[in-house]
């Protein structure tokens, strides 16, 4: 069987020279590599006690919607400003050119509840970060944030000190 990093399609000077950008679709547009993703990432949650699965739009989703399916845990979304219908939390953090938002629904953690988080890319972590602050400010606690991949020339896991953080793969550049 392949390895996870043998389906990730690697483009040089992407979106900018210098940079190699780690594609994720070509793990998911193969059943096998995709497969292999959602398992390897579970596998990160074994001896995890959680009660419920949040995951970052989109690809969050992607990953975090069939490995709560498997575990039986709720799945709560972390959306883009204005797209959930209901009464939100939000929480702004800066891009390299700007800032973005996200939001949850206000009643979609309890206190206490305890959260994993799933994404597929660590780069700088402001996103994951953003997630977090959510997920603590409507009460939960975070047990545990997981990735497919780590960029770790970007040090976004040390934005995430004090967190227990996992990433299937670990790129040491950007």
């Not at 069987?1 to 000077?13: A, L, N, T, W």
């Amino acid at each position: 069987m392949k390895k996870i990093e043998e389906y990730v399609r690697s483009i040089p000077d992407f979106p900018e020279p210098g940079i190699i950008f780690r594609d994720v679709t070509s793990v998911i547009q193969d059943a096998d590599g995709l497969q292999l993703a959602i398992d390897s990432m579970q596998d990160c949650l074994k001896d995890v006690d959680f009660d419920v699965i949040t995951g970052l739009e989109s690809r969050g989703f992607i990953f975090g919607m069939p490995i709560a399916y498997n575990l039986h845990k709720p799945f709560v979304l972390v959306r883009k400003a204005g797209k959930l219908p209901c009464e939100t939390v939000s929480r702004t953090y800066d891009l390299e050119y700007g800032s973005a938002t996200i939001e949850m629904h206000k009643d979609s953690i309890k206190p206490g509840q305890k959260v994993v988080i799933i994404d597929d890319l660590i780069a700088t972590g402001g996103s994951v970060e953003a997630a977090i602050k959510l997920v603590e400010e409507l009460g939960g606690v975070v047990v545990k944030v997981v990735f497919l991949m780590e960029l770790a020339g970007l040090k976004g896991r040390e934005r995430l000190k004090g967190y227990d953080v996992a990433s299937v793969i670990r790129y040491d550049g950007k």
